[in-house]
């Protein structure tokens, strides 16, 4: 009953070096999600996907890339870390949209120094 | 653009007192509208939800009502547990895009 995974769930980057982070989900979920949470600005929508295979942009996805290869499993990569990309990630999924509940991940807590 | 506006925090409170976080929405159509719950290190969990108007969602004591003429989704309870402690985040979903859009959250502090 692991519902959404996310690895790591702690990581510090020094400026320029590149990272992936993984969300598995074994709801058989089609939508799955991934946002950002920054003190005072709730959180903000990077990147998602509809599918195995699709990707789309959030409100929020300069700076990162995704991929959906397995419906299972939607990585978000850090091509060149930038400070501004210090943040708490969260991955979600959800059966479908609008009004389907979203189902997320513990976090991973990324510091850029 | 489809926007969700929710009381800033901190909201502290004693145990056993009444909980209000306001929360009012803009959006086209017809959205469905959520309250979730983070607990401290934690991911976002599923509080209540209403897919229509005057539709009333509750949850361990929570409640939420869908009020469409002050497009509004107030959150309350009416005896908090310290346990209740966590930041709240109001939603929406289904206006203008099929995308979720999250509040700023509220940060709730109960003290015994």
Known sequence: NAGVTQTPKFRVLKTGQSMTLLCAQDMNHEYMYWYRQDPGMGLRLIHYSVGE????KGEVPDGYNVSRLKKQNFLLGLESAAPSQTSVYFCASSYSTEKSPLHFGNGTRLTVT | GDSVTQMEGPVTLSEEAFLTINCTYTATGYPSLFWYVQYPGEGLQLLLKATKADDKGSNKGFEAT?????????????????????VYFCALSGGATNKLIFGTGTLLAVQP
């Open chain 1, 53 to 56: 295979g699709t990707t789309a």
């Open chain 2, 66 to 86: 869908y009020r469409k003429e002050t497009t509004s989704f107030h959150l309350e309870k009416g005896s908090v547990q310290v346990s209740d402690s966590a």
